[in-house]
């Protein structure tokens, strides 16, 4: 199964020590098999941020259902058992671990699912209620990798997505603050930009220089340009 993972950054090295505890099914590596869903959680951790979105591709091994040697534990919908287990992880000691699962899959706790959830927990609305509120959610998902063991099952495609793609999410904030900075049209400034030495290394892939910030890449275009 191709999975997905949307940050900041490129994540080829998994390091459960840096994972957040206290989510929906505790710490752990989250990834999803709905691309659409990491890429909105690409931008979401970027959006107060200069950084750019990246969504990180990997291939399960879904014989991880079938293996012995791991503990798994699957939610095919939102249900009474997946509402007590994301409260056991949301109230969790966050200096260790409420379950021993390797891997958990299920359901995503969105924002508003979450704003439910604390209502539910200080006695606002029930459990019946909260769960008949679950109904008409959108379809998301996620799968929680909570252990080395389980990050074997985890194989490291990259970022495949067309270069061409990643050239114009750089190249249009680039411009504008070049035209800005230089007070010239949009032209000259592209004239600028793609006669460069900067563009080169943007544009080899081999060299990954496609993965830093646009600001990061704008400030060595301004020392090549002298600017």
Not at 1 to 27: A, E, W, Y
Not at 64 to 79: G, S
Not at 207 to 221: A, D, G, N, S, V
Request: proline share 3%; charged share 30%.
């Amino acid at each position: 199964m191709r999975v997905f993972h949307g940050s900041n950054t490129l994540v080829s090295l998994i390091d459960l020590q840096r994972c957040k505890p206290s989510r929906d099914f505790g710490r752990g590596f989250y990834v999803t098999k709905l691309r659409s869903q990491a890429e909105e959680m690409a931008k979401r951790v970027t959006k107060f941020s200069k950084l750019t979105p990246i969504v990180t591709e990997y291939e399960f091994d879904e014989y991880a259902y079938e293996d012995t040697d791991l503990k798994v534990l699957r939610f095919d919908d939102y249900n009474e058992e997946w509402l007590d287990f994301v409260v056991l992880n949301r109230n969790a000691d966050k200096r260790h671990q409420a379950h021993d699962y390797d891997i958990v899959e299920g359901p995503v706790a969105d924002d508003k699912i979450s704003r439910n959830v604390t209502k539910y927990l200080k006695g606002k609305i029930s459990k019946e209620r909260f769960l008949d509120m679950l109904v008409h959610n959108e379809i998301n998902h996620q799968i929680c990798f909570c252990t080395v063991n389980s990050l074997q099952m985890l194989n490291y495609i990259g970022n495949p997505k067309d270069i061409e793609y990643e050239l114009s999410e750089i190249g249009e904030p680039l411009l504008e603050q070049l035209m800005l900075d230089c007070g010239i049209d949009e032209e000259n400034a592209a004239d600028l930009f793609y006669s460069s030495k900067t563009f080169g290394k943007l544009a080899d892939e081999s060299t990954r220089f496609y993965l830093k910030p646009w600001t990061e890449i704008y400030e060595i275009l301004k020392r090549e340009l002298n600017l």
